[in-house]
């Protein structure tokens, strides 16, 4: 069976996956399972991706859907963070709810779900502490703890959750706007995986790479190959674009990141079609890398074979631009969020001077924050970003 991901009006599901009509879950087969999704009424953000030109650059934000909606509040309620993740029905309706909440004003939705996913599907058991983060309750000390997990996780069945919700939201979407799937980086997950939780020092993630080598690449690989599959199964259930976190490449130098980083950012990059055409995708997915911190790295990671790369604000974006140096690579990024904290005039002020600095974003820019939205923010304060995008974008 054939898919078109973009395609206005045809999603075939090619292998065993879950789809939901109209609440109804059903399993469709490789030979006759199809269903249909509404023509894409704006794919501004595809055609950046690719590097096409566009009227304006579109935007969509990190974290988008979250704590700084007071209607995320109302949907999730008392529920834990992951219950509500792996609930399709809730998921779908976060993910929806900043394209309501600014109507018009974002080119894209996000999935509602969490870079953690891959560790739970290898079998860590995680929690979300209120003031804390995620919390691993048995994290990796030693090579011998890798005996605990499961380096080959059954990643369809184990997050199946995950592409019912991005096949609902893809059918409620109705064709407005694309639907955005992601995954925790290699490196990021090892992180998590060894520290157990956010850390300052990363004691334990640097004990891996430094004194257990080789059984650090041996997690480094066990994990890339799951995150291509479920960023593959994402694309099978719905997801027409893809992005990549790489949240702790800043706590690696150059060396470092040359070692235990980009060989398996470049490794999903170069799989994943493969394994997409052996699912029977065989347009394009749009793919973007976010390596927050790794400042040093851009000119590397234009050579990834990403489509887009997204930027912190780190990075002034007319020396962004100089790297990038003509290849055919989309930048994406790159305001402070912390800017939302500011008067709606320093809001303006820097969102004009950031899209000026990408070159007017008319080519190869996607507008986005340089990280993720803060529970702290006023949903007011983002909407008049927003619209300052538009206004600045479309000039």
């Known amino acids: 069976s054939v898919f078109h991901a973009n395609c206005t009006a045809c999603f075939t599901v090619a292998g065993s996956c879950w789809a939901i009509f109209w609440g109804t879950e059903r399993t469709f087969s490789r030979s006759t399972g199809k269903m249909t999704f509404a023509p894409l009424k704006n794919d501004l953000l595809l055609r950046a991706a690719r590097g096409e030109k566009v009227e304006r650059p579109p935007i969509w934000i990190m974290r988008q859907a979250g704590r700084y909606l007071p209607e995320y509040h109302e949907v999730k309620g008392k529920r834990d963070f992951f219950e509500t993740c792996r609930d399709a029905e809730i998921a779908s309706e976060i993910t929806i709810q900043p394209v309501d ?9 996000i999935i509602f779900s969490d870079i ?22 048995d994290p990796l000390r030693s090579p011998e703890d890798i005996k605990k ?22 059918k409620k979407l109705n064709g407005r706007v694309p639907l955005l799937g992601f995954v925790g980086a290699p490196w990021t997950l090892l992180v998590y995986m060894t520290e157990g939780q956010g850390s300052k020092m990363f004691r334990y993630a640097k004990q891996w790479i430094y004194e257990y080598t080789e059984e650090a690449h041996q997690l480094l690989q066990a994990t890339t190959d799951a995150c291509i599959e479920f960023l593959a199964q994402q694309v099978v259930a719905g997801a027409q674009m893809l992005q990549v976190f790489e949240s702790w490449a800043g706590e690696l130098g150059p060396h470092e990141f040359n070692e235990f980083c980009l060989p398996y950012l470049r490794q999903i990059s170069s799989k994943l079609p493969a394994r997409l055409r052996e699912l029977g995708v065989t ?13 040093y790295a851009l000119d590397d990671l234009c050579d990834s074979g990403y489509n887009c790369v997204s930027l912190d604000w780190l990075y002034k974006p007319e020396d962004a631009v100089k790297v990038v140096n003509g290849r055919r690579i989309t930048l994406q990024g790159n305001l402070d969020p912390g800017i939302m904290y500011g008067s709606d005039e320093v809001i303006s002020k820097k969102t004009k001077q950031m899209i000026e600095g990408f ?8 507008i986005n924050f340089g990280h993720g939205t803060h529970p702290f923010m006023k949903p007011e304060k983002v909407e008049h970003f927003l619209k300052e995008c538009h206004r600045y974008g479309s000039a």
């Open 116 to 137: 953690l996913v891959i560790p739970q599907a290898m079998g860590f058991d995680i929690e979300m502490v209120e003031g804390k983060g995620p919390v691993f309750t």
């Open 283 to 295: 347009d394009d997915i749009p793919l973007t890398v976010f390596a927050k911190g790794a400042w």
């Open 149 to 170: 997990i499961n380096l080959k996780p059954q990643v369809l069945e184990s997050l199946d959750w995950a592409f019912k919700a991005i096949t609902l939201t893809r």
């Open 359 to 366: 070159g007017g974003g008319k080519q190869n820019y996607i």
């Open 101 to 109: 909440h600014f109507d018009g004003l974002i080119d894209a939705a």
